[in-house]
């Protein structure tokens, strides 16, 4: 599968998912304590009040690189990969993605032998769920930070993984980020297609993200009836649970910044720059790089296709998302920002503007830029 290209990667599934059982939602987690999720599983707990330097450190010095590297008997390795999982969760948008790839990698590589070695029964469903997770962020991590084919190998194997052991939240997760990569690859229509085939019956802490990714790509593809419908579709499932797995939450801050996005592709710029600052506000304070970076990128873009533009606060918006980004290696956010900074350079007037002028020198290359109509 690392020799499959792209374009098979972006396809549909290569085989059929097997028929659900619904028992696979309900079955005892393999950490022995913890809270009780809204699938009836039961979860280690998220330290939610710890600073992001000191949840850097927890997850580099402790739990996931604890899970990598475990001794003992297979079942206590195994749980204390599951518990890695939802470290990772709470760490993953507040940490230098970075940090992230080695541990990530580590811990993948423990799950996959562990589940070699694991033969049938309800242990081995666990295990392909906990190796499906491990690959699934390894997959996203990749996503962020450009490298398409490792990503979509990636997520094709934690889809894969989902199948295995019927975890609806892994395997809409994998179909989000899947669609995303589409989306960046200017692939709008088959965006649109994975995340819409993946909905039905995708579970409630993943169906917001995966209609944000048909609002967003059938906005890019002109299809605006479908746009506006996958935002309703959004506002009426947002995510009011706790934090879990997956493909960031579907919360009250995701719809505002989708909205954003998909608004000011649909050229309704005004309402795109009230959702954006709304999205931003929720973000204050909240250390969530990557959601600040999508969202000052919206901003620009409502900005700059108003009636009457302003690329001033365009230029701006887009130092801000340079900002967010900055140390925290996502390097999907550069090219994008690039992208629009194309649009600004090409008018003469514009681009002798100060601020156009001081934002293209803080862009590491001018050279080849995207379109930022694909951005």
């Avoid at 206590?76 to 599951?82: G, I, K």
């Avoid at 993200?209 to 579709?233: E, F, I, M, N, Y």
């Avoid at 390097?331 to 629009?340: K, Q």
């Avoid at 007037?349 to 951005?375: C, Q």
Wanted: charged content about 20%.
């Amino acid at each position: 599968m690392f020799d499959t290209d792209v374009a098979t990667l972006l396809g549909p599934p290569l085989s059929p998912r097997p028929p659900h059982d619904p028992a696979s939602e309900h079955r005892p987690g393999l950490v022995a304590t913890g809270r009780t999720g809204d699938d009836g599983k039961t979860h280690p707990g998220l330290d939610e009040e710890a600073s992001p330097t000191h949840r850097r450190d927890l997850l580099t010095a402790g739990a996931l690189l604890a899970a990598a590297s475990a001794t003992g008997s297979p079942a206590e390795r195994a749980a204390q990969l599951e518990h890695g999982v939802y470290e990772l969760a709470a760490r993953f948008e507040v940490t230098p993605l970075g940090e992230l790839v080695a541990p990530v990698e580590r811990a993948w590589g423990d799950a996959e032998t562990l589940l070699g070695a694991c033969l049938s029964g309800g242990a081995r469903r666990d295990l392909e769920s906990v190796t499906g997770w491990y690959s699934f962020y390894r997959g996203r991590l990749a996503s962020h930070t450009g490298e398409q084919h490792t990503a979509l190998t990636f997520l094709v194997l934690a889809g894969q993984h989902a199948d295995a052991a019927g975890d609806t939240l892994l395997a809409g997760s994998a179909a989000a980020e899947r669609s995303a990569l589409a989306f960046f690859a200017g692939q709008f229509t088959t965006s649109a297609k994975i995340a819409r085939q993946a909905l039905p019956g995708a579970h409630a802490y993943v169906r917001p993200v995966l209609a944000s990714q048909v609002a967003r790509a059938s906005a890019q593809d002109g299809d605006t009836d479908s746009a506006l419908a996958a935002l309703r579709t959004m506002r009426v499932s947002v995510w009011t649970g706790g934090p879990q797995p997956g493909a960031g939450a579907g919360d009250e801050k995701i719809y505002e910044a989708f909205s954003a996005a998909t608004l000011s592709y649909l050229g309704q710029d005004e309402d795109a720059e009230r959702h954006a600052r709304r999205s931003l506000t929720l973000l204050t304070e909240s250390g969530c790089h990557l959601q600040l970076a999508g969202t000052h990128l919206a901003l620009a873009r409502a900005f700059l296709h108003r009636s009457e533009p302003d690329p001033e606060q365009a230029a701006a918006a887009l130092k801000n998302a340079l900002t967010a980004a900055e140390g925290n290696g996502h390097g999907r956010t550069v090219t994008r920002a690039a992208g629009i900074y194309r649009e600004l350079a090409a008018g003469p007037d514009w681009a002798r503007l100060p601020t156009v002028r001081e934002l293209g020198d803080r862009l590491p290359s001018r050279r080849a830029l995207p379109p930022a109509t694909s951005l």
